[in-house]
């Protein structure tokens, strides 16, 4: 655009006219813009030059007119400032406090009475009392009056085993231990070991139910009678449960010692002793030999030296008949024999007749054992019997008379918890403010007169 025959050239055209007299732009004039393209001088609004903004405040504030100003000046407030002020406020709330409290009290209160004859429960929690024991340490048996077996099994309380059992029994000339499992042989043997086996349970229970008496209850203060019945049956059940596990463990040591030291039977019913030979001396040597147990009805067979509890079933027999006693077992020793069997045939009617029968007992009233008087079923083995220690029942009683003399506290403190009443925090509301505003009239003067005297005599005069 500044140069004029780029500008003819533009503009010429053969069939038109001539072209009309542009002048070219004035390159001698001052631009700001420099080789740009048009759209950057749209982009500018084609502007050289910006007109500076030229503002007066002068012309402003003659123009606002104000007519008052405030100044504000924030500073920490004075001591003596504030408690002016806290007692203006503790007079003003004081004054305020007399006028309405009369009238609310009222409303307050009458609306209480209300909803307490709306109400007639009162919402409370539970009640404490407690009661230091002067003896912290209490024997059982101070308290306990009563602790005893009711009740033991009917083969350890009655002859009854001993009535059905011994009619035509053998005389000692006539025993023959050939006779292998014939019950005839060894039922005064098995007798005799059931009684003893009752008479270690029944000494057992004894002699720990007095230890259990001696022993002491460790307690720091007096208990309610229900919590305490609950504390001493679960004591009593446990004293229970724990005896009958100590005597098991017992006899179960004794067991494994008999086993584990292949200890011979009486009737040689676990190892059988055989001849070795004679040495130069003429002493006789001898081998156990391990005794192998038929057992005809399961069909299988077993081993003593292996098998603790290795049976075979009972016969018994006479010159015409021969029957297999239900229950009845024959084991590695009399304590095995006696444990594994049951008693489940002394309480069927059949096989008591018949076994009396077999024995050859004269006619007598003798009655089978009654299922009706057992807590335990007729086909339990006498150890599971033994393991529980023959008990059917226990007896026991507490005193908690005793327990209280036992313990006898000195005092008693007892505590109530409730919800916090109305009348009540309005009353302690009203009594905090009261004692607030004597004590804040009473000690504010002096605290004046105090802070008084510390600034005069901190007061920095200036030197002439």
């Not at 002048?23 to 700001?32: E, G, Q, V, Y």
């Not at 085993?161 to 053998?170: E, P, Q, S, V, Y």
């Not at 004794?254 to 676990?270: K, P, V």
Request: aromatic residues 12%.
């Amino acid at each position: 655009m500044y140069s004029n025959k780029l500008l003819r050239l533009m503009m010429y055209d053969e069939q038109s006219q001539p072209p009309p007299d542009i002048k070219s732009l004035n390159a001698s004039i001052f631009t700001r813009f420099g080789d740009v393209t048009t759209q950057d001088l749209v982009r500018e609004m084609l502007l050289e030059t910006i007109i500076s903004n030229n503002t007066h405040f002068d012309q402003f504030y003659n123009e606002c007119l104000p007519l008052s100003c405030t100044y504000t000046n924030k500073q920490r407030r004075r001591i003596l400032a504030s408690l002016l002020l806290l007692i203006a406020l503790c007079s003003g709330l004081n004054k305020i406090f007399r006028i309405l409290i009369p009238s609310f009290g009222k409303i307050i209160f009458s609306c209480i009475d209300w909803w307490k004859r709306r109400h007639t429960r009162r919402d409370h929690f539970s009640d404490d009392i407690t009661c230091p024991c002067t003896h912290i340490s209490i024997p059982y048996g101070d308290f306990i009056s009563e602790l005893q077996v009711d009740a033991f099994h009917e083969a350890c309380s009655t002859n009854a085993i001993f009535d059905i059992l011994t009619d035509g029994l053998l005389g000692l000339d006539e025993f023959n231990l050939s006779y292998g499992n014939d019950f005839k042989v060894w039922k005064f043997f098995f007798i005799d070991s059931l009684r003893l086996l009752c008479l270690l349970a029944q000494e057992s229970v004894e002699n720990s139910i007095n230890v259990f008496l001696s022993s002491t209850m460790l307690i720091n203060q007096l208990e309610s009678r229900e919590r305490f019945e609950n504390e001493i049956n679960n004591t009593i059940n446990q004293f229970q449960k724990r005896i009958s596990i100590s005597f098991a463990q017992t006899l179960d040591l004794l067991r494994m010692t008999a086993q584990g030291n292949a200890l011979l039977s009486t009737f040689s019913s676990n190892w059988n002793l055989s001849r070795a030979g004679i040495d130069s001396e003429r002493n006789t040597s001898f081998v156990t030999i391990p005794i192998i147990h038929n057992n005809t009805e399961q069909n299988t067979s077993c081993s003593c030296a292996t098998l603790q509890t290795c049976t075979m079933p009972v016969n018994l027999s006479n010159s015409n008949e021969t029957m297999i006693i239900d229950g009845m077992v024959f084991g590695c020793n009399l304590l095995e024999t006696v444990l594994l069997s049951s008693l489940s045939c002394l309480y069927s009617e059949t096989c008591f007749i018949n076994l009396r029968d077999l024995l050859g007992a004269p006619p007598r009233p003798v009655k089978p054992l009654n299922d009706s008087l057992t807590r335990f079923s007729v086909n339990d083995t006498i150890e599971t019997m033994a393991y529980q220690m023959f008990i059917e029942s226990w007896t026991s009683n507490a005193s908690y008379e005793n327990f209280y003399n036992s313990c006898s506290p000195n005092y008693c403190v007892y505590t109530y918890r409730s919800r916090f009443d109305v009348r009540e925090m309005l009353t302690t509301f009203l009594s905090v403010f009261v004692g607030l505003s004597f004590g804040i009239r009473f000690a504010v003067p002096y605290l004046v007169k105090i802070f008084q005297k510390i600034k005069r005599r901190f007061r920095i005069e200036p030197t002439q």
